[in-house]
């Protein structure tokens, strides 16, 4: 998707990018908050809203926004594609120097762009909110995802900082790499570590969702959890040759014990049976684990060699204009 940066004249200082899907009950709450903080940026700023397939009245809504607000501009995806390619496209289409992402439940504080912005002035390419709490989640949901950010550190080939989200701050250089990186497995916050160049972070307390339900499945953390990993790591293939050794290991110990006991302790207590199915169940295991780790990586492969576009829009509303002001 190309950039639309280059055809205006003006462009907006600050990009925020809201993806939305099934948002109905927090919108209001929401852009009563970020204009606030848009207000205070002196109208040199344009917020990207990203419609993924809601099946609520979220479109409705934003279009009634776009309406009363000329800095809203917003893309409508024709099927719900996830969060992160949601992300993406708002990335693609954002024309700010400084680019803000941030979820729409308000668990990612819009307050905190100023501080990030600060620090954008300061030098840094990359600002990204670092959690130091989680208000009000289930044992089980901090349980997991501080498991996930400790074995994504331990495996992955690039640092990604611990407890981070997508809520960040991205400096056009930044986002121009981002917007030039094929790939379709969009990590967003492990690509934004991999791109490098000065990062920092903001701290804060991640605030409970303010309305409606979590939509981010288990199914969906899970295969981006999954994601995460494959994409940032080989180290699954090479547990699958460690797996491999080991069994071939065993299977040479268990080769000397049975010589052992025919040759010298003739009163061999090998059951037949017993012996060679637990050998057929171990060896099939071991061999479908490989499989599956090779599977996972193969069928990325094939998603990446497609290479269908990442997402298909129905609606481009607002991007003609530029929110810009001259000063
Ligand atoms: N979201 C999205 N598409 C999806 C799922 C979620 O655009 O398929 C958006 C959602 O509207 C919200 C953000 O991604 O703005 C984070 O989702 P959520 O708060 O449900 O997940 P959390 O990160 O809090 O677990
Ligand atoms: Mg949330």
Same mark, same amino acid.
């Given at each position: 998707?190309?950039?639309?940066?280059?055809? *205006?004249?003006?462009?907006? $200082?600050?990009?925020?990018?809201?993806?939305?899907?099934?948002?109905?009950?927090?919108?209001?709450?929401?852009?009563?908050?970020?204009?606030?903080?848009?207000?205070?940026?002196?109208?040199?700023?344009?917020?990207?809203?990203?419609?993924?397939?809601?099946?609520?009245?979220?479109?409705?809504?934003?279009?009634?926004?776009?309406?009363?607000?000329?800095?809203?501009?917003?893309?409508?995806?024709?099927?719900?594609?996830?969060?992160?390619?949601?992300?993406?496209?708002?990335?693609?289409?954002?024309?700010?120097?400084?680019?803000?992402?941030?979820?729409?439940?308000?668990?990612?504080?819009?307050?905190?762009?100023?501080?990030?912005?600060?620090?954008?002035?300061?030098?840094?390419?990359?600002?990204?909110?670092?959690?130091?709490?989680? $208000?009000?989640?289930?044992?089980?949901?901090?349980?997991?995802?501080?498991?996930?950010?400790?074995?994504?550190?331990?495996?992955?080939?690039?640092?990604?900082?611990?407890?981070?989200?997508?809520?960040?701050?991205?400096?056009? $250089?930044?986002?121009?790499?981002?917007?030039?990186?094929?790939?379709?497995?969009?990590?967003?916050?492990?690509?934004?570590?991999?791109?490098?160049?000065?990062?920092?972070?903001?701290?804060?307390?991640?605030?409970?969702?303010?309305?409606?339900?979590?939509?981010?499945?288990?199914?969906?953390?899970?295969?981006?959890?999954?994601?995460?990993?494959?994409?940032?790591?080989?180290?699954?293939?090479?547990?699958?040759?460690?797996?491999?050794?080991?069994?071939?290991?065993?299977?040479?110990?268990?080769?000397?014990?049975?010589?052992?006991?025919?040759?010298?302790?003739?009163?061999?207590?090998?059951?037949?049976?017993?012996?060679?199915?637990?050998?057929?169940?171990?060896?099939?295991?071991?061999?479908?684990?490989?499989?599956?780790?090779?599977?996972?990586?193969?069928?990325?492969?094939?998603?990446?060699?497609?290479?269908?576009? *990442?997402?298909?829009?129905?609606?481009?509303?607002?991007?003609?204009?530029?929110?810009?002001?001259?000063?």
């Amino acid at each position: 998707m190309k950039n639309l940066s280059a055809k *205006l004249p003006h462009s907006p $200082k600050y990009s925020l990018i809201i993806p939305i899907y099934n948002e109905q009950e927090t919108i209001s709450e929401l852009y009563h908050r970020v204009s606030q903080i848009m207000n205070d940026l002196n109208g040199q700023v344009e917020l990207i809203l990203i419609n993924d397939g809601s099946k609520d009245r979220s479109l409705e809504l934003i279009r009634q926004l776009h309406q009363e607000d000329s800095r809203i501009c917003y893309l409508s995806f024709a099927r719900n594609f996830g969060h992160q390619t949601a992300v993406t496209a708002g990335l693609n289409f954002a024309r700010g120097e400084a680019i803000i992402v941030l979820d729409a439940d308000l668990q990612d504080p819009p307050e905190l762009i100023p501080e990030m912005i600060d620090k954008w002035k300061q030098g840094y390419e990359v600002v990204y909110a670092q959690r130091i709490k989680r $208000k009000q989640e289930g044992w089980f949901k901090r349980f997991t995802a501080y498991a996930f950010y400790r074995l994504l550190q331990l495996l992955a080939d690039v640092t990604i900082p611990a407890d981070t989200g997508d809520f960040c701050l991205m400096d056009r $250089k930044v986002v121009d790499i981002l917007n030039v990186m094929p790939e379709r497995n969009r990590y967003i916050r492990g690509l934004r570590a991999w791109i490098g160049f000065r990062q920092t972070a903001v701290l804060f307390e991640r605030e409970p969702r303010y309305a409606g339900t979590v939509k981010y499945t288990f199914r969906k953390s899970f295969s981006l959890a999954l994601n995460s990993l494959i994409s940032f790591s080989r180290v699954p293939l090479r547990i699958s040759t460690y797996l491999g050794l080991l069994s071939a290991i065993l299977a040479l110990f268990m080769a000397f014990l049975v010589l052992y006991w025919r040759l010298i302790q003739t009163n061999s207590p090998v059951t037949g049976l017993a012996t060679i199915m637990i050998a057929i169940f171990f060896l099939g295991s071991v061999q479908l684990i490989c499989l599956g780790i090779l599977g996972e990586y193969i069928g990325r492969v094939y998603e990446e060699v497609k290479g269908r576009p *990442l997402y298909t829009l129905a609606e481009i509303v607002g991007f003609e204009q530029s929110h810009a002001t001259d000063s």
